[in-house]
């Protein structure tokens, strides 16, 4: 189980922090965050389809064709975690090391927006301010991990209870011989 585990996780976080980065890659060249958004979170789905797929293996490869739905839905939890770790150190390397200023941007988008969408002058100031403190705790690594956890280990909770839900088979209970 541990081994069927750590294969599919690692597979799944190598598969979205490639496609992170890829995403990222691109941001960067043309900032419209809303198109990035969906490309990063169709991201995660496709990666956390190993979710079912481990679950599915562990199921009709080591159980005998049978899995309780506690047991599929932990595997896929672990699995989703093991993903969602490989994306977050990604991220904590790609934001340390090659886009510190990923806030600045982000910042600048945010109000570029606002200001395009006919936001009042208290609005964008309020906004401003919003931003400043986001960018300020986003200086905190422990945020900066907790913020990044949260974009993607709920996608994963969720393709995990899916696929327990799908995947859930009971083991047929044979009757007992009567003498």
């Known amino acids: 189980m541990k081994k069927n585990i750590i294969v599919f996780g690692m597979i799944s976080g190598l598969i979205v922090a490639g496609l992170m980065v890829c995403i990222t890659t691109i941001c960067y060249n043309n900032p419209d965050y809303t198109s990035n958004m969906v490309m990063g979170y169709a991201s995660m789905i496709l990666a956390f389809s190993l ?17 309780s739905f506690g047991r599929a839905f932990k595997t896929g939890l672990c699995i989703a975690f093991i993903a969602s770790t490989i994306y977050v150190v990604v991220w904590l390397i790609e934001y340390y090391l090659f886009i510190p200023d990923f806030m600045d941007k982000y910042t600048g988008h945010v109000l570029r927006e606002a200001r395009e969408s006919g936001a009042s002058s208290l609005d ?25 956890y949260s974009e993607i280990l709920p996608i994963g909770i969720v393709v995990s209870l899916i696929s327990a839900l799908i995947l859930k088979r009971k083991s047929k209970v044979l009757p007992t011989p009567t003498t």
């Open 124 to 148: 964008i100031s309020k906004k401003t301010m919003e931003m400043a403190r986001f960018k300020e705790m986003y200086k905190n690594p422990l945020f900066l991990v907790l913020i990044t």
């Open 51 to 67: 979710v079912f797929v481990g679950v599915k293996n562990l199921r009709d490869k080591h159980s005998g064709g049978f899995i």
